[in-house]
């Protein structure tokens, strides 16, 4: 008895300190807004959530639609058109994320695609990081290739 009492302690003991806190990877929801299509908002989340699954430190959060349904429902939401951050982070808080990636998206009169990105910690409410791109707009490729780009630069440590 001595002798399993012993191993647990030591089994317990090496998890213990073995366990890294920094490689349990945040829940982060990703939020595309802006005077665009439906369908170029699931373009954009969808190569958004791509990117992300190749990263170690950030989890695509599971739920996306659920995130979107939610917010959908405010009040301030359904009056302006327009998500407040304050939204976004209650909503975020609500469904159990620890990051919101938000994405803005414009296209131009003149087929500009503008594209705004920012990446909220939801427990400080700080932005971490911000990237601003944009591209001629001839496709929704481009929505793509933004997208991917907005994603690789907000969730690499290494980017700028």
Partial sequence: MK??????????????????A???????????EGEISNDNKTI????????MSGNNDYAPFERNATFIDALNQEQDFQLSGEVPEREIREVGERLGVDYVLAVNVIISSD?????SARLINLETGAILK???????YTDSSVLTTLANNVAYRLLNTKSK
């Fill in 44 to 51: 954009i989340s969808t190569a958004v959530l791509s990117r």
């Fill in 130 to 136: 911000t990237v601003n791109l944009n591209r001629k």
């Fill in 111 to 115: 087929d500009v695609c503008y594209m």
């Fill in 3 to 20: 002798k399993i009492s012993i191993l647990l302690a030591l089994l317990f003991a090496c998890s213990f300190f073995s366990f890294d």
């Fill in 22 to 32: 920094s490689a349990v990877a945040k829940k982060v929801a990703v939020y595309v």
